[in-house]
Nanobody, 116 residues
Framework: QVQLVESGGGLVQPGGSLRLSCVVS????????MAWHRQAPGKQRELVAR???????YYADSVKGRFTISRNNAKNTVYLQMNSLKSEDRAVYYC??????????WGQGTQVAVSS
């Protein structure tokens, strides 16, 4: 059974940083496109960042230049480094693993709060 376990969420001051981690078990991790999505209260879930099996990245305009997605295939882990955090970054962040046309999995989410 494929499982995604997130960690690293919490409360941070505006302008601060957090690093989210997502460990994937029960799969061949290197074959998956990994992504982070987020859902703020009252809003739809949105794609934040994506990284392909070869390392190609994509970022939403709202986080470009502030967030960095990376992966360590030896550790079956994807990371989201979040710098210069703003109040609008407050959301539940979800880890996502996809093999196009085959399967997809979601983590349970981790809460990120930004407040003084």
């Amino acid at each position: 059974q494929v499982q995604l376990v997130e960690s690293g969420g919490g409360l941070v001051q505006p302008g601060g940083s957090l690093r989210l981690s997502c460990v994937v078990s029960g799969s061949i991790f290197s074959r998956y496109v990994m992504a982070w999505h987020r859902q703020a209260p009252g809003k739809q879930r949105e794609l934040v960042a994506r990284i392909g099996s070869g390392g190609t990245t994509y970022y939403a305009d709202s986080v470009k230049g502030r967030f960095t997605i990376s992966r360590n295939n030896a550790k079956n882990t994807v990371y989201l480094q979040m710098n210069s955090l703003k109040s609008e970054d407050r959301a539940v962040y979800y880890c996502n693993a996809v093999r196009e046309g085959r399967d997809a999995y979601w983590g349970q989410g981790t809460q990120v709060a930004v407040s003084s």
